[in-house]
């Protein structure tokens, strides 16, 4: 209480360098978690970044489903003033330290966060398409998406402010749960919206810039539609080395089902 306190009349005339290393060096020091809720509302005025990386000091206390939940609801309060892109990323992505100290916790948030960002038919009117793109992450592994919810999300490669990156993770990792005899009508219609709106396979290998995941992935899609060379197999081949065993696997188990050939010509190429 008395931290909360004295932290209070500090930030009230804003949150000034000298303060937020205070802020830092208080909240790695406690375990009250209405101090560090505190914490992380004040150090809002500081911008995305800032709010996001002290998530890393919040999350090990979401092992309960009440803390969770509280920080969750917080979470909705700083996307709703700063926009859902800087938590996507590091949601998708936090760190590895995190992830592998405190994976019990993580997963508590996100069961938490899945209530507060539920899928439904309103989403797609939201004017934040990284709040659509986290509620479809959040709930890839555990909605049934329709169709017509893949075709509204593949149209967010019109928009200038999505990264094509992180619109492709969303839809494969839908695909990835809709696999085998799951959904069939969703894994095709995934499969689709890859492989010709947003990973046509002559457009990505050609292009420099795309990431080495996005090409493994345009080529996965690709196979039994596309005649793929020498050449180009030995590339992938080199990049699904490069990337690690699991997508080594996940490229050869699909090459070997549909054949190394497989029609010469192939949809949106």
Request: glycine share 6%; with cysteine; hydrophobic share 40%.
């Amino acid at each position: 209480m008395r931290d909360s306190i004295i932290l209070v009349a500090r930030a009230k005339y804003g949150v000034d360098d000298d303060l937020l290393q205070y802020i830092y060096k208080s909240a790695r020091s406690s375990t009250d978690f209405s101090y560090l809720l505190l914490c992380f509302r004040l150090i809002t005025s500081q911008g995305s970044l800032e709010v996001w990386r002290f998530l890393g000091l919040l999350v090990p206390h979401t092992t309960s489903d009440l803390n969770a939940r509280q920080l969750s609801r917080q979470i909705l309060g700083r996307i709703t003033y700063l926009g859902a892109k800087g938590f996507y990323v590091w949601f998708r992505q936090p760190p590895r330290s995190l992830f592998a100290t405190y994976h019990t916790s993580l997963a508590a948030l996100t069961e938490a966060l899945r209530h507060v960002f539920p899928w439904n038919s309103e989403i797609h009117n939201n004017d934040d398409p990284y709040r659509i793109l986290l509620t479809a992450s959040l709930c890839a592994d555990v909605n049934s998406f329709s169709p017509s919810d893949l075709q509204s999300l593949s149209q967010l490669s019109d928009r200038p402010d999505v990264e094509l990156p992180h619109l492709c993770e969303v839809i494969w990792r839908i695909r990835e749960s809709a696999s085998g005899d799951y959904n069939p009508v969703l894994f095709e219609t995934s499969t689709t919206i890859l492989s010709g709106r947003l990973l046509p396979w002559r457009k990505t290998v050609q292009d420099s810039t795309v990431p080495p995941k996005l090409l493994l992935w345009s080529a996965t899609v690709h196979i039994g539609l596309h005649q793929f060379s020498g050449k180009e197999l030995v590339t992938i081949g080199e990049l699904a080395y490069e990337l690690g065993d699991e997508p080594i696997v996940q490229f050869l188990a699909s090459l070997k089902k549909a054949g190394t050939g497989g029609p010469s010509r192939s949809p949106g190429v």
